[in-house]
């Protein structure tokens, strides 16, 4: 097993590094094996237990519905707030529709720290715990943290860790780049995902432990243990990538293709009051749209032991269904690639990103006409054992959805699998992803994660 000592500090500059990536992702076990972090894991739980009780909106501490918009925010100013969304669009089957949206324009630190450990690279992990996780404690970066979070808006502790990313020295930053988040749920919602090399000095908490690339992968296939956060930034890490090698279009081709997307679609967006969304109503607990499909907005009390505050209120947004979120692959003369769907959400700041071949929630199709359904769900579905690669169930942000999860799917697709013509559809190599991971706003949040999923298999 590796030493617990440092052979030098990382540069962004250094040619090896998508190497030595891939040789901590080879490491199946690190500074821990993979049964010790399963047990640190269950072992945080009961020091991470949270009460999380509905109630309703009038008990909602330092929250209030506006008087004159009904939008739902902090008494601050900060945090986040619930405010109404009018959306006219050319993409899917409904065009035009009203819904609420949770609008949270400050950018936020989502970020994990690397060092080097007898040799190898390891990822600083955090066991953390939301109010809106399915199990509780999940595995986290470093920091992940809101603006009002880290400034300390909410009078609480400081966030660990958070100098090294703040003020991070530029030279040992392996990965720094504005992402979007959830476009359906969020309007433009940006976070910012870092790697940042740190040395010997820094050492893990409680809460946190080094773990290599390779027993993050394995926690991958995990439900519901590996978070959002965590997802995200690791998609953002340097690989070996050669673009050009085998792929059926050209990085040229490629953004032009995005390009040509983001001109043709129509997406019009525009905030209104949240009381002014129609077929949405507010109940004393809940605002709802009059069919219950969709989501609901709710409040929740939190008692929790080991946050930077012991209790607080907030609102959460409660899904309705489990999400099916499932990447197609296929090789083309011994070259993997995947398929992408260029996706329009009411939230994104660029009208279109790309995003899984399938992402939908089934259940808020089942009332449109024949043909409504997105491609491709029925053969995800149908998918056989023996040709699918990845297949688990995760859960999205829970600081902001309360119990929101997707079945996330990698399936690898038959010889003479068509592809639609509409255009909306492209096949990229895993090499062609990354190069575009480097930049913001190309891969959803979604697409991200199955980057990561992706990763962990090959």
């Known amino acids: 097993m590796p030493t617990a000592t440092s052979t030098g500090l990382l540069r962004h500059t250094d040619a090896s590094l998508p190497a030595r990536v891939a040789e901590s992702a080879a490491a199946a076990d690190g500074v821990l094996t993979h049964r010790e972090v399963l047990a640190w894991l269950e072992n945080r739980r009961p020091h991470h237990a949270q009460r999380v009780r509905r109630i309703a909106f009038d008990e909602l ?40 949206i949770i609008h949270q324009p400050e950018i936020g630190i989502l970020g994990i720290a690397v060092r080097e450990i007898g040799g190898v690279l390891h990822f600083l992990m955090q066991a953390k ?20 979070n880290y400034t300390r808006v909410h009078g ?56 290599t690339l390779g027993q993050l992968h394995r926690l991958l296939h995990l439900d519901n243990v590996v978070n959002m956060d965590a997802r995200t930034v690791l998609s953002c ?77 907030q609102p959460l947004l409660e899904p309705h269904g489990t999400g099916i979120v499932a990447l197609l692959v296929k090789r083309f003369d011994g070259v993997l690639h995947a398929l992408i769907n260029a996706r329009v959400e009411p939230g994104y700041l660029d009208v279109v990103e790309l995003a899984p071949t399938v992402q939908c929630v089934p259940e808020n ?20 054992p023996e040709r699918t690669w990845f297949d688990v169930e995760l859960s999205e942000e829970g600081g902001r959805f309360h119990d929101a999860r997707s079945r996330y799917v990698i399936l690898e697709v ?10 909306q559809f492209q096949w ?31």
């Not at 790697?195 to 908490?205: Q, R, S, Y």
């Not at 070996?240 to 997406?267: F, K, N, Q, Y």
């Not at 949040?445 to 090959?458: D, P």
């Open 61 to 100: 501490a330092g929250w209030g519905f506006d008087p004159a918009t009904g939008d739902l925010a902090h008494t601050s100013g900060r945090f986040f707030s619930v405010a109404g969304l009018r959306v006219r669009s050319d993409f899917g089957p409904v065009r035009e529709w009203s819904q609420p």
């Open 156 to 211: 609480g502790r400081a966030v660990p860790y958070l100098e090294h990313f703040a003020a991070a020295d530029p030279r040992h930053v392996i990965a720094d780049v504005l992402q979007s988040e959830q476009g359906a749920w969020f309007y433009r919602k940006r976070n910012r995902n870092m790697v940042v090399a740190v040395g010997p000095e820094v050492e893990a908490g409680d809460d946190f432990r080094w773990l």
């Open 428 to 458: 990229l190599t895993p090499s062609q992803l990354t190069v575009l991971l480097q930049h913001r706003h190309y891969l959803n949040v979604q697409a991200r994660t199955l980057v990561a999923a992706l990763r962990a298999l090959t």
């Open 237 to 313: 890490l340097p690989a070996v990538v050669d673009p050009a090698a085998g792929s059926l279009h050209t990085t040229a081709e490629v953004l032009s293709w995005i390009t040509r997307m983001r001109t043709e679609h129509e997406l019009v967006t525009e905030r209104v009051p949240l009381r002014e969304i129609e077929r949405w109503h507010r109940t004393d607990t809940a605002i709802a749209h009059e069919s219950g499909r969709f989501f609901s907005v709710v409040a929740v009390d939190v008692q929790a032991g080991c946050r930077e505050v012991a209790s607080w209120q």
């Open 414 to 423: 038959d010889e003479g699998f068509p592809v639609r013509p509409d255009g």
């Open 129 to 148: 715990a939301e109010p809106g996780n399915p199990n509780g404690v999940q595995l986290a970066p470093t920091v992940q943290a809101t603006r009002s």
């Open 365 to 384: 199709y089942r009332h449109l006409p024949a043909g409504s359904m997105p491609p491709y769900v029925d053969l995800v579905r149908s998918r056989r």
